[in-house]
C-alpha cells in the first residue's frame, strides 16, 4: 500500500476541488433522464447495493475499487441469501469460537461516526479485526461536523490518507450516498439519518432466518417509532425481499400512511392495534421511540399501554414467536424489564453477535477482494 | 439635433392583452413609447426607423414577473441585482417584482430606495420592491409599510415565511387595503410543515426525509381567505404547489362573485407545474423547493385551474442559491431553484404545448395580470399592455425555436436549474424596455431561430 510522496501530494490537492462536479452528478431527475442520456451526461443512479457512479475525477489513486453498501432497498433474494450464508459461515468467527481467514489483512477501514453509537461501531471494529484490517475510529458528532458540507470534507482527507473503506454513520438521510459521491474508496454505510441502517437490517434478516428457517410467508411485526427508524427501513426491504409480511405497528404520528409505498407489492401493511396481530405473528421487532429526531412529540404519555411489549402482550405471542430490539431500550416504555431479559424467549444478544457476522461478510465482500 | 429614436417592427404576431387583440401586423416604437400600432395594416414610419423584420414572431407587452429573489442586499454570492435583472431581460421580462428576504429584510423606506437605486445603475429590467410586512419579517410587529409604499413598495410579503398568527394576518390585510397595496403570502403553516423537506408521501417515507404535508398550504390559504371576506383586502397566494389549494381557491373566487373575484389570485410557478416530487430521489437537492415538488395530481390541478382563471397569475419564483450550498446534504441544502431564463419556454411546454391555454392567455398571465397584481400602472403607464402613448416595452418570442437549457450560459450569476440539458421550445429574441434594446439574441448562437433581420 505504500504510496509515493507526489502521489500524496496529488491525493491532497484532489481533496479540495470546488463542489460544482458532485453538484452536477446530482442533477438526476428521472424525467429528464433522457434528455441527460441524449446530450451526454451520465446522470448515476444512486440506489445503491453495487457500485455507485463516482464524480469523474481524473484518476490518481491507482487502486482499484469495491462496491459500496449503502441500502437494503434494492438488493435482490439472491443477493441478500448469499450474504446471510456468508456471515451464517461466519458466526462461529465473529463470537471468537474459531479463528476468521484475514481477508481483509493489511486494509485499512476508518469509522466515521457523525453520530453517536457505542455498539454499531465496536461491532464494525470487531468484525474489521477478527478479518485482520486495521481500524480507525473517528467520532465527530455536534453539530458543525454533522452538516454535510464537512461530512464530504471529511471523509476526503481520511481517503486521501490511503483507507480502504470508509464505515460512514450521520444523522442525514442519505448521507452516506453524499459521501460514496464523493471519495473513491469503499463506503459502507453504519446508518444515515432516518434513511438506512442496512447492516443492522441484515443482522435483523440473520437472526430471525437462524430461528425460522425460510421466511417466505412469515409474518413480522415492526412496532414504534416506523417513521423515524431507519432500521425500520431497512429490516421492512430485507424482509419483503425475502418473501415475508411485515406488518408496521404504531401511532399515526409514527406510522406515515405512505409507509405501505416503501416497496410495490402486498406483502407491507399497517395496524394502529397492537393487540389485533399480535397473536399471528412469528417474530416481532420492538423500536426505540427517538427522542433525538424529535419523535416524543407524536407520542401520548400512555404509549406503554398502547404499543409497548408487557408480560401481559407477551402471553399472547405464540410460544415460538420471536422477540427482537435493535437497541438501546427504553426499559417499560417500548418493552418491559422482565420481557426484555427473559433470556428464553429474547434473541436480543444474539442479534448483536449476529450483527458482527454480517459485518465481517460485507466488509470482506466491499474491500476484501481485490 | 438627432432625430428622434424609432423602432419599426414589421410582420409581428402582435399580441396585446388589454385589448384581447391577437392580429398580424406593425408596431412603432418613437423613443420611450409606443407610438402607433396597427394590427393587419401598416404604420407610418419616419425613415430612419430601425426596421425589425419579425417573420411572424409573437410580439406582446414586456413579460413581468411578481416573485422574484435578487438576493442583494446580502445575498450578493448567489445574485446581484445587475446579475438578476440582466438575467430577467435575457429571459424576455422587462420588469420583475423583488422579495424582501434579503439580509438585511426590506423592511424600511430606505431599503425600497437602495434597491430601486441599484436597480437605476444596473439599467436592465424594472425593478419593483415588494416589501416586508412585518419586521425582519418575523410575523411579530407591523412593518412601516405607508411609508414603505410612500417609497415606491408596490406590494407587501412577508415571503419565506407565511404569517403565521390569525391577528397579525388581519392587521396586515386592513393596513394593505388602506394603502391599496397587494399581499402576497407564502402559504406556509410552520406547525404542519416544521422541518418538512418533501412532499408527504412514499418519496419522503423511502428517503427518510421528513414529510411535508399539503395541509401546510391548504390551511394557510383557508385561514387567509376567510379573514380577507370581510376585510376584501388584494389577497395574493403565491406559488401554489397544492391541488387542494386551488380547489380552495375556486370555491373562494365563487363565493365572492364576479365582481370581487380579481379581489384574490393565486400563482404558479414553472416547477409546481413540470416536476414531481420524484425528481427529488437520490436526494435530487436541486429539486429541493419550498413549497416542496408534489404529485402528478397535483399538477393536473393546479393545469385546471390555470385554464380556468382560478390562477391567474404566473411567476418564477427565481431563487438564486450557489453550488457549494446545493451540493449540500439534502436536510442543508437550500430550497429553490432560478427560472427567470427559461420560464417562457418552461411555461410553452407546460401550458401551450400541452393545451391548457393559448398564447394570448399565456402573455396575459405573464404581463397584464402581474401588472394589474402590484398596481404597475400607477408608476409607469401603460405598462403590461401594448397601448399607444403607453410605455415601450416589449418582447419579441419566436414561439416556434427549439433550444437547450444550459444553465452555464445563464445571465443570472447562480447554476442552480434542475432543467438544465432539457430541450425546450420558444424563447424571448428581443426584450426592450422603454424602447431600449435589453437583450437580442446573437445570430449566430441559434441558427435555427426565425429571421430577426434589421435594416434601415
Given at each position: 500500500?505504500a504510496r509515493?510522496?507526489?502521489?500524496?501530494?496529488?491525493?491532497?490537492r484532489?481533496i479540495?476541488?470546488d463542489?460544482?462536479?458532485p453538484f452536477a452528478?446530482?442533477?438526476r431527475?428521472?424525467?429528464?433522464?433522457?434528455?441527460?442520456?441524449a446530450?451526454?451526461?451520465?446522470?448515476?443512479?444512486l440506489r445503491?447495493?453495487a457500485?455507485v457512479s463516482?464524480?469523474?475525477?481524473?484518476?490518481i489513486?491507482?487502486r482499484s475499487?469495491?462496491?459500496?453498501?449503502l441500502?437494503?432497498?434494492g438488493?435482490?433474494?439472491?443477493?441478500?441469501t448469499?450474504i446471510?450464508?456468508d456471515a451464517?459461515?461466519?458466526?462461529?468467527c465473529?463470537?471468537?469460537d474459531?479463528?476468521?481467514a484475514?481477508?481483509?489483512?493489511?486494509k485499512?477501514i476508518a469509522?466515521?461516526?457523525?453520530e453517536?453509537?457505542t455498539?454499531?461501531?465496536?461491532?464494525?471494529?470487531i468484525a474489521?479485526?477478527?478479518?485482520?484490517a486495521?481500524v480507525v475510529n473517528l467520532s465527530?458528532?455536534?453539530?458543525?461536523?454533522?452538516?454535510g458540507e464537512?461530512?464530504?470534507?471529511?471523509?476526503?482527507?481520511?481517503?486521501?490518507?490511503g483507507?480502504?473503506c470508509?464505515?460512514?454513520?450521520?444523522?442525514?438521510s442519505?448521507?452516506a450516498a453524499?459521501?460514496a459521491?464523493n471519495?473513491?474508496?469503499?463506503?459502507?454505510?453504519?446508518?444515515?439519518?432516518r434513511?438506512?441502517h442496512?447492516?443492522?437490517?441484515?443482522?435483523?434478516?440473520?437472526?430471525?432466518?437462524?430461528?425460522?428457517?425460510?421466511l417466505r410467508?412469515k409474518?413480522?411485526?415492526?412496532?414504534g417509532?416506523?417513521?423515524?427508524s431507519?432500521?425500520?427501513r431497512s429490516?421492512?426491504?430485507?424482509l419483503?425481499?425475502l418473501?415475508a409480511?411485515?406488518?408496521?405497528v404504531?401511532?399515526?404520528?409514527?406510522?406515515?400512511?405512505?409507509w405501505?409505498?416503501l416497496?410495490s407489492g402486498?406483502?407491507?401493511?399497517?395496524s394502529?392495534?397492537?393487540?389485533?396481530?399480535?397473536?399471528?405473528?412469528d417474530a416481532i421487532?420492538?423500536?426505540?421511540?427517538?427522542?433525538?429526531?424529535a419523535a416524543?412529540?407524536?407520542?401520548?404519555?400512555?404509549?406503554?399501554?398502547?404499543?409497548?411489549?408487557t408480560?401481559?402482550?407477551r402471553?399472547?405471542?405464540?410460544?415460538?414467536a420471536?422477540?427482537l430490539?435493535?437497541?438501546?431500550m427504553?426499559r417499560?416504555v417500548?418493552?418491559d424489564?422482565?420481557?426484555?431479559?427473559d433470556?428464553f424467549s429474547?434473541?436480543i444478544?444474539?442479534q448483536v453477535s449476529?450483527?458482527?457476522?454480517?459485518r465481517?461478510a460485507?466488509?470482506?465482500?466491499?474491500?476484501?477482494?481485490? | 439635433?438627432?432625430?428622434p429614436?424609432?423602432?419599426?417592427?414589421?410582420?409581428?404576431?402582435?399580441?396585446?392583452?388589454?385589448?384581447q387583440?391577437?392580429?398580424?401586423g406593425?408596431?412603432l416604437?418613437?423613443n420611450?413609447t409606443?407610438?402607433s400600432?396597427?394590427?393587419?395594416?401598416?404604420v407610418d414610419a419616419?425613415?430612419?426607423?430601425e426596421?425589425?423584420e419579425?417573420?411572424?414572431?409573437i410580439?406582446?407587452?414586456?413579460?413581468?414577473?411578481?416573485h422574484?429573489?435578487l438576493?442583494e442586499?446580502g445575498?450578493?454570492?448567489k445574485?446581484t441585482?445587475l446579475?438578476?435583472?440582466?438575467s430577467?431581460?435575457?429571459?424576455?421580462?422587462?420588469t420583475?417584482?423583488?422579495?424582501?428576504?434579503?439580509?438585511?429584510?426590506?423592511?424600511?423606506?430606505?431599503?425600497?430606495?437602495?434597491?430601486e437605486g441599484?436597480?437605476?445603475a444596473a439599467?436592465?429590467?424594472?425593478v419593483?420592491v415588494v416589501?416586508?410586512?412585518?419586521?425582519?419579517?418575523?410575523g411579530e410587529q407591523?412593518?412601516?409599510?405607508?411609508s414603505m409604499a410612500h417609497a415606491?413598495?408596490?406590494?407587501?410579503s412577508d415571503?419565506g415565511?407565511?404569517i403565521?398568527s390569525?391577528?397579525?394576518?388581519?392587521r396586515?390585510l386592513?393596513?394593505c387595503?388602506?394603502l391599496?397595496?397587494a399581499?402576497?403570502?407564502?402559504?406556509?403553516d410552520?406547525?404542519?410543515?416544521?422541518?418538512?423537506?418533501?412532499n408527504e408521501g412514499?418519496?419522503?417515507?423511502?428517503?427518510?426525509l421528513?414529510?411535508?404535508p399539503?395541509?401546510?398550504?391548504?390551511?394557510m390559504?383557508?385561514?387567509?381567505l376567510?379573514?380577507n371576506g370581510?376585510?376584501d383586502?388584494?389577497?395574493h397566494?403565491q406559488?401554489?404547489?397544492?391541488?387542494?389549494s386551488?380547489?380552495?381557491?375556486?370555491?373562494?373566487r365563487?363565493?365572492l362573485?364576479?365582481?370581487?373575484a380579481?379581489?384574490?389570485s393565486?400563482?404558479?410557478?414553472?416547477?409546481?407545474l413540470?416536476?414531481t416530487?420524484?425528481?427529488?430521489?437520490g436526494y435530487?437537492?436541486?429539486a429541493?423547493m419550498n413549497p416542496?415538488?408534489?404529485?402528478?395530481?397535483?399538477i393536473?390541478?393546479?393545469?385546471l385551474?390555470?385554464?380556468d382563471?382560478t390562477?391567474?397569475v404566473?411567476?418564477?419564483?427565481?431563487?438564486?442559491?450557489?453550488?457549494a450550498?446545493?451540493s449540500?446534504d439534502?436536510?442543508?441544502?437550500?430550497?429553490?431553484i432560478i427560472?427567470l431564463?427559461?420560464?417562457?419556454?418552461?411555461y410553452?411546454?407546460?401550458l401551450?404545448?400541452?393545451?391548457?391555454?393559448d398564447?394570448p392567455?399565456?402573455?396575459?398571465?405573464?404581463?397584464?395580470q402581474?401588472a394589474?397584481?402590484c398596481?404597475l400602472?400607477r408608476?409607469v403607464?401603460?405598462i403590461?399592455t401594448?397601448?399607444?402613448?403607453?410605455v415601450?416595452?416589449?418582447?419579441?418570442?419566436?414561439?416556434?425555436q427549439k433550444?437547450?437549457?444550459?444553465?452555464?450560459?445563464?445571465?443570472?450569476?447562480?447554476r442552480?436549474?434542475?432543467?438544465?440539458?432539457?430541450?425546450?421550445?420558444?424563447?424571448?429574441?428581443?426584450?426592450?424596455?422603454?424602447g431600449e434594446?435589453?437583450f437580442r439574441?446573437d445570430p449566430?448562437?441559434?441558427?435555427?431561430?426565425?429571421a430577426v433581420?434589421?435594416g434601415?
Amino acid at each position: 500500500m505504500a504510496r509515493s510522496a507526489s502521489q500524496t501530494t496529488q491525493a491532497l490537492r484532489d481533496i479540495g476541488p470546488d463542489l460544482r462536479l458532485p453538484f452536477a452528478a446530482r442533477l438526476r431527475l428521472p424525467l429528464l433522464n433522457r434528455f441527460a442520456a441524449a446530450s451526454g451526461i451520465r446522470i448515476p443512479p444512486l440506489r445503491l447495493w453495487a457500485t455507485v457512479s463516482r464524480v469523474t475525477r481524473p484518476s490518481i489513486i491507482q487502486r482499484s475499487f469495491g462496491p459500496d453498501f449503502l441500502a437494503l432497498e434494492g438488493v435482490c433474494a439472491t443477493e441478500l441469501t448469499s450474504i446471510l450464508d456468508d456471515a451464517e459461515r461466519l458466526l462461529p468467527c465473529a463470537v471468537g469460537d474459531a479463528p476468521a481467514a484475514r481477508v481483509l489483512e493489511g486494509k485499512l477501514i476508518a469509522n466515521l461516526f457523525f453520530e453517536d453509537s457505542t455498539r454499531t461501531r465496536v461491532s464494525f471494529e470487531i468484525a474489521a479485526r477478527r478479518l485482520g484490517a486495521e481500524v480507525v475510529n473517528l467520532s465527530a458528532s455536534g453539530s458543525s461536523a454533522s452538516k454535510g458540507e464537512s461530512l464530504v470534507d471529511t471523509s476526503r482527507n481520511i481517503e486521501a490518507m490511503g483507507v480502504d473503506c470508509l464505515v460512514v454513520r450521520c444523522a442525514i438521510s442519505g448521507g452516506a450516498a453524499l459521501v460514496a459521491a464523493n471519495v473513491r474508496c469503499a463506503v459502507v454505510n453504519a446508518g444515515d439519518g432516518r434513511h438506512e441502517h442496512p447492516t443492522q437490517g441484515l443482522l435483523d434478516l440473520l437472526t430471525l432466518r437462524r430461528h425460522l428457517g425460510n421466511l417466505r410467508g412469515k409474518r413480522v411485526a415492526i412496532v414504534g417509532d416506523i417513521a423515524n427508524s431507519r432500521v425500520a427501513r431497512s429490516t421492512t426491504h430485507g424482509l419483503v425481499a425475502l418473501g415475508a409480511q411485515v406488518v408496521a405497528v404504531g401511532p399515526p404520528a409514527l406510522v406515515p400512511s405512505s409507509w405501505g409505498a416503501l416497496v410495490s407489492g402486498e406483502n407491507i401493511s399497517i395496524s394502529h392495534d397492537m393487540d389485533s396481530i399480535i397473536g399471528e405473528i412469528d417474530a416481532i421487532i420492538m423500536l426505540r421511540i427517538q427522542t433525538e429526531r424529535a419523535a416524543d412529540r407524536g407520542v401520548a404519555p400512555d404509549y406503554r399501554f398502547a404499543y409497548g411489549l408487557t408480560e401481559a402482550r407477551r402471553r399472547r405471542l405464540r410460544p415460538d414467536a420471536l422477540i427482537l430490539h435493535p437497541g438501546p431500550m427504553n426499559r417499560g416504555v417500548e418493552i418491559d424489564d422482565a420481557v426484555a431479559d427473559d433470556a428464553f424467549s429474547s434473541v436480543i444478544f444474539e442479534q448483536v453477535s449476529a450483527g458482527v457476522a454480517v459485518r465481517m461478510a460485507i466488509l470482506s465482500r466491499v474491500c476484501g477482494r481485490r | 439635433m438627432s432625430s428622434p429614436r424609432a423602432l419599426h417592427f414589421r410582420g409581428a404576431r402582435i399580441i396585446d392583452p388589454l385589448s384581447q387583440r391577437d392580429e398580424t401586423g406593425e408596431l412603432l416604437v418613437v423613443n420611450d413609447t409606443i407610438q402607433s400600432i396597427a394590427f393587419g395594416g401598416r404604420v407610418d414610419a419616419p425613415k430612419h426607423a430601425e426596421v425589425i423584420e419579425c417573420a411572424g414572431a409573437i410580439l406582446c407587452p414586456g413579460l413581468i414577473d411578481p416573485h422574484v429573489h435578487l438576493r442583494e442586499p446580502g445575498g450578493e454570492a448567489k445574485e446581484t441585482i445587475l446579475t438578476g435583472t440582466q438575467s430577467a431581460a435575457a429571459g424576455g421580462f422587462t420588469t420583475v417584482c423583488c422579495m424582501p428576504n434579503t439580509s438585511p429584510c426590506l423592511d424600511t423606506a430606505m431599503s425600497v430606495r437602495f434597491v430601486e437605486g441599484r436597480a437605476a445603475a444596473a439599467a436592465s429590467a424594472r425593478v419593483f420592491v415588494v416589501g416586508a410586512a412585518t419586521v425582519s419579517r418575523k410575523g411579530e410587529q407591523l412593518a412601516p409599510m405607508a411609508s414603505m409604499a410612500h417609497a415606491g413598495a408596490v406590494a407587501f410579503s412577508d415571503d419565506g415565511d407565511g404569517i403565521a398568527s390569525a391577528g397579525m394576518m388581519r392587521r396586515v390585510l386592513e393596513v394593505c387595503r388602506s394603502l391599496d397595496r397587494a399581499f402576497m403570502q407564502h402559504c406556509q403553516d410552520a406547525s404542519l410543515s416544521e422541518g418538512g423537506l418533501v412532499n408527504e408521501g412514499s418519496v419522503a417515507t423511502r428517503l427518510g426525509l421528513a414529510p411535508w404535508p399539503r395541509d401546510a398550504e391548504e390551511v394557510m390559504l383557508e385561514r387567509d381567505l376567510r379573514l380577507n371576506g370581510r376585510l376584501d383586502a388584494r389577497y395574493h397566494a403565491q406559488h401554489l404547489s397544492s391541488g387542494g389549494s386551488a380547489r380552495i381557491l375556486r370555491e373562494a373566487r365563487a363565493r365572492l362573485g364576479a365582481d370581487r373575484a380579481h379581489r384574490i389570485s393565486g400563482e404558479a410557478s414553472p416547477h409546481h407545474l413540470l416536476l414531481t416530487c420524484d425528481a427529488c430521489e437520490g436526494y435530487n437537492t436541486g429539486a429541493k423547493m419550498n413549497p416542496p415538488l408534489r404529485t402528478q395530481w397535483d399538477i393536473n390541478e393546479l393545469k385546471l385551474a390555470i385554464a380556468d382563471g382560478t390562477i391567474d397569475v404566473l411567476a418564477t419564483d427565481h431563487a438564486p442559491h450557489t453550488i457549494a450550498e446545493k451540493s449540500r446534504d439534502f436536510a442543508s441544502a437550500p430550497f429553490g431553484i432560478i427560472g427567470l431564463e427559461c420560464a417562457l419556454a418552461l411555461y410553452t411546454k407546460a401550458l401551450v404545448e400541452d393545451g391548457v391555454i393559448d398564447w394570448p392567455r399565456l402573455v396575459c398571465l405573464l404581463t397584464l395580470q402581474p401588472a394589474r397584481l402590484c398596481g404597475l400602472d400607477r408608476r409607469v403607464a401603460g405598462i403590461g399592455t401594448l397601448t399607444v402613448g403607453g410605455v415601450a416595452d416589449l418582447t419579441l418570442i419566436d414561439p416556434q425555436q427549439k433550444w437547450t437549457i444550459r444553465a452555464d450560459a445563464f445571465k443570472s450569476k447562480s447554476r442552480n436549474c434542475p432543467f438544465d440539458g432539457l430541450s425546450v421550445r420558444g424563447k424571448a429574441i428581443l426584450t426592450i424596455r422603454a424602447g431600449e434594446v435589453l437583450f437580442r439574441e446573437d445570430p449566430v448562437a441559434q441558427p435555427q431561430r426565425a429571421a430577426v433581420a434589421t435594416g434601415s
